[in-house]
């Protein structure tokens, strides 16, 4: 299972390496080192927001409300930035993560104590957390001219020759493998995912760690919400509208299955990758950006077919197993 | 764990369900009536303006579109699958239309690659799930940017105007008095989806294989084929709702009913429709499309910005869910009690 785990994954870096080589045919600096770096730190929000939703459909669950979620918390510690410049920027990180965590759980909590579907919640949510950013903003824009220097600079600051943010979503990256490889709690994300009533039986309580998941989705979107607003700079109602769709296609790219159970860390961070290199990619060889959107839901069909495919096979292989056994 | 723990407890069979299915289902609907009143007399007492016919009537075409779509999806829901593509379906149908009217085509023909547009892109949605098996959700997704990307593609930020005159009727024209077009179309809709669901033999197959599509196959429903058919009609609706707002705006922009997706769904949700499948009414989704119609448009004439509004659809889907929910847990303490 394993084996054949891992092999998706190759598969997605072949891919990858394939587009990188067809771009690098009409643009030959496209996949110098240097490059290819500023592409993971374009597409860095993206992947770290895909490793929350992954958690969260691994469950057999799914966040609408991500995007939302981010909008909300960016505004907020816009606000906070501009009514208090001296406020301490990891401070205000944690206040973004703090935000974001307290949505994620509300969403969690109406799911796990409701035993309402995720995707009714989420929906509600989506549209609840981003009218909320209009009522506290009263639908002002928070400018770049009202950051600190601080606010917006940490994460362009270069450490070790790449950006904060590269080295954030390098640190969350390592944190959720972390997490879902070496921790109970990661290992339970999968099992409930797999079989909900064995997890029962096995002592899980599944209400309880979907709201684990959305939580830490929640917390996520939240941190995501800080690194939206300090790049982009600009903090709006608008933010980041719709994209809640863009990050459930990294993670179907990434092989993560949407009847839950199946996906890995890898996985979405290479469907967020893939989804990024098209986005730079596109205006470097001269194609309309219009494109992008075709392109990427072309994307996300081939994706399913082909791991709609290789999910049959590996359910063969563990009844084998289990024979044998 | 010892083996005790499995023995099944002896069965006690009751002389009538707990709760019986036909009194739940009316007391949702009696539960929306309820909501539709009252956002009803709350939004006479709060504006001055809007117990008036050309009010009322302006009011429909709130709803009139997204209900359209919402009582196909009602179906497909039931049967246990979802379509996020219909905003797309529409920003791609009216797009072809466009081009089609640019082009000098008059107003049947622009008509037909409306709703035409619409069934094909069903039918493509429907052969992906259907015929390789695949979840509808992540399809749906996947199309949703395919169908709306072509859109881009064909458009880019140009906009689509210049349609033929006698085209403005089906978003504008009025059939009698107050009542428009799409108002009647909309009852009509209703009628004949009400009929489909709920007095048809194909109806009753679309709640067997909403609620267990495996035993549905065994006792003889074509669960692939009548799913395949549910998209179809889906993206049938969605054609139809591009014909209409097209006709209404009077022009296309790629970014056409952007977010509709969601707030259909809502309406279906609303409207009592399981999520999960295999429950659910279409006077429940009539009802619920009325509800969203009465508090945007109550909240608009209040001059409150539509992203407020949004916040009470919100708020309005998981409270009408969670309400009966807490109630019944509340109830069931109390009979233990």
């Known amino acids: 299972m394993k084996t054949l785990a891992k092999h998706r994954e190759i598969w997605l870096l072949a891919a990858i390496a394939g587009l990188v080589a067809l771009i690098s045919v009409r643009f030959p600096g496209f996949a110098r080192p240097g490059n290819l770096a500023t592409v993971f730190n374009d597409t860095s929000i993206l992947m770290i927001l895909a490793l929350g939703q992954m958690v969260v459909i691994l469950t057999r669950s799914i966040d609408l409300s991500m995007a939302s979620n981010l909008a909300f918390t960016g505004m907020v510690v816009a606000m906070i930035n501009a009514a208090f410049p001296a406020f301490p920027i990891p401070l205000l990180i944690l206040v973004a993560i703090g935000v974001g965590l307290l949505l994620g759980a509300l969403n969690g909590l109406l799911v796990w104590k409701l035993g309402i579907p995720p995707i009714v919640v989420t929906l509600g949510t989506l549209t609840i957390y981003r009218g909320a950013t209009f009522l506290i903003s009263g639908g002002a824009w928070v400018n770049a001219d009202q950051m600190s220097p601080a606010f917006v600079g940490l994460q362009r600051m270069q450490l070790l020759g790449m950006p904060v943010l590269s080295w954030i979503a390098i640190t969350v990256i390592a944190l959720f493998f972390v997490l879902m490889s070496r921790t109970s709690v990661g290992r339970s994300f999968y ?73 890995s860390v890898a996985g979405a961070v290479l469907g967020a990758l893939f989804l990024g290199i098209i986005s730079t990619a596109l205006p470097v060889i001269n194609v309309s950006p219009f494109w992008q959107m075709a392109i990427s839901g072309s994307a996300i069909l081939l994706a399913v077919v082909l791991n709609a495919r290789g999910e049959r096979k590996q359910g063969r292989i563990i009844l084998r197993k289990a024979e044998a056994a | 764990m010892s083996a005790t723990d499995i023995t099944p407890t002896p069965r006690r069979i009751p002389d009538r369900l707990d709760k019986p299915f036909r009194s739940a289902i009316l007391s949702w609907e009696a539960l929306l009536v309820a909501v539709a009143v009252t956002i009803f007399i709350v939004n006479s007492f709060a504006s001055p303006y809007f117990l008036d016919v050309w009010s009322l009537s302006d009011l429909t075409f709130n709803f009139t579109e997204k209900g359209l779509i919402a009582l196909a999806m009602a179906l497909l829901i039931i049967s246990g699958e979802i379509d996020l593509s219909v905003a797309a379906i529409i920003a791609l149908a009216s797009t072809l239309m466009g081009m089609a009217a640019q082009v000098g085509v008059d107003t049947p ?15 493509f949605n429907g052969l992906l799930v259907t015929g390789l098996g695949l979840p509808s959700i992540v399809v749906t997704i996947g199309t949703m940017s395919l169908f709306r990307g072509t859109a881009f593609i064909i458009l880019g930020d140009q ?32 009628v004949v989806y009400w009929f489909v669901l709920h007095r ?27 799913k395949f058919i549910l998209f179809c009609l889906t993206g049938l609706m969605s054609g139809i709702a591009a014909v209409l707002i097209t006709s209404r705006l009077g022009s296309t922009r790629p970014s056409i009913a952007q977010g509709y997706e969601l707030e259909v769904i809502t309406m279906v949700v609303l409207g009592g429709v399981s999520i999960l499948g295999g429950a659910g009414s279409i006077l429940g989704v009539v009802l619920a499309a009325l509800i969203m119609g009465l508090v945007t448009f109550g909240l608009g004439l209040l001059n409150v910005p539509g992203i407020v509004m949004s916040i009470f659809i919100g708020l309005l889907l998981i409270m009408v869910i969670a309400l009966p929910i807490l109630w019944d847990r509340f109830g069931r303490r109390r009979r233990l009690a």
């Not at chain 1, 039986?201 to 995501?224: E, M, N, P």
């Not at chain 2, 294989?209 to 084929?225: K, T």
């Open chain 2, 159 to 190: 906009a689509y105007k210049g349609y033929p005159a006698s085209f403005a009727f089906f978003g504008q024209g009025y059939v009698w008095w107050v009542f428009s077009f799409e108002l009647a179309l909309f009852a009509i809709a209703a």
């Open chain 2, 200 to 226: 048809t033999s194909f109806g009753r197959r679309i709640f067997a294989i909403g609620n267990n599509a495996v035993a549905a196959q065994f006792s003889g429903v074509r669960v692939g084929r009548i």
């Open chain 2, 109 to 123: 023909g622009v008509l037909l690659i409306g709703v035409g547009t619409g069934l094909v892109c069903g039918a």
């Open chain 1, 191 to 263: 099992a409930i995912g797999v079989n909900p009533t064995a997890s029962v039986y096995a002592g899980i309580d599944v209400g309880r760690t979907k709201f684990l998941a959305f939580c830490l989705s929640g917390a996520v979107a939240g941190l995501c919400g800080y690194l939206w607003i300090s790049r982009y700079v600009i903090a709006s109602v608008e933010v980041a509208n719709g994209y809640e769709l863009n990050i459930i296609a990294a993670c179907v790219i990434g092989g993560i299955s949407i009847a839950g159970g199946i996906g």
